[in-house]
């Protein structure tokens, strides 16, 4: 769930064009992109995803502005929540067919692991949808997916705006982080609720021979942020100063 965070940033796997600039192929060999027909529904899908992240912010605020407090915001937007992030496995099958020039493997990855948490985690254990922790890895998704989605949307349609550009490879800066302690601070939430329940887990002797423990499974998923978190953090820093500092290269000689 962290690469997932990280890739958003990076890669151009969520159904856009997944070039920095079409200027960078000057003098060599350019890329080809998506057919006609690809590129009209690959801007319908992104349009469409950026108007529910939209839908997701909107609900955020009116619950926000009709409680007059954050806490259990969660409940307001759950349903386009579950929906537009699970509508996002249409980008694994965008990358396979190749109509995306992302690998599958880390497209799957980026989005599995959020599909993960929302129906294996927070789905799950209704006990932690209350929790501020959800609000926080919520807030952190729907910013990113909006600037992420607007940013494939003008890519493809070949008129991308410096300030999208600009945000995509910047507000992650503080996103990331914000979207990753989110996250693991509602995994450790969930599992003495997990372990209290045997939620997933299955227990020795069944006939197949076989031991899960989804509590056991959880907490190595929260390990794994250790090494993740900061070489890929790191890695969108080198990508937003080598991304930003090119194209102000190319403005100077406009």
Known sequence: MAAAAATAATKGNGGGS?????????????????????????????????????????GLVRAYLAKGSYHSLY???EKPL?????????????????????????????????????WAVTHSVKEVQSEDSVLLF???????EIIRY??????????????IKWARYT??????????????????????????AGLYSISLPNKYNFSFDYHAFLILVMISYIPLFPQLYFHM???????????????KFE
């Open 171 to 196: 507000l992650f800066i503080v996103l990331y982080p914000m979207g990753v302690s989110g996250e693991l601070l509602t995994i450790y939430a969930a599992l003495p609720f997990v372990r209290q």
């Open 18 to 58: 997944g070039r920095a600039g079409a200027s960078e192929a000057s003098g060599t060999r350019k890329k080809k992109g998506p057919g006609p027909l690809a590129t009209a529904y690959l801007v319908i899908y992104n349009v469409v995803m950026t108007a529910g992240w939209l839908v997701i912010a909107v």
């Open 138 to 144: 919520v807030i952190a998704w729907t910013v990113t």
């Open 237 to 251: 820093i080198h990508q937003r100063r080598k991304i930003l500092s090119h194209t102000e290269e190319h403005r």
């Open 75 to 77: 409940y307001s937007i």
């Open 150 to 163: 607007s940013f494939y949307t003008f890519s493809l349609l070949n008129h991308l705006p410096y300030l």
């Open 82 to 118: 579950k929906f537009f992030q699970t509508g996002a496995l249409l980008e694994i099958l965008h990358c396979a067919i190749g109509i995306v020039p992302s690998s599958v493997v880390l497209t799957s990855f980026q989005v599995m692991s959020r599909v993960f948490l929302i």
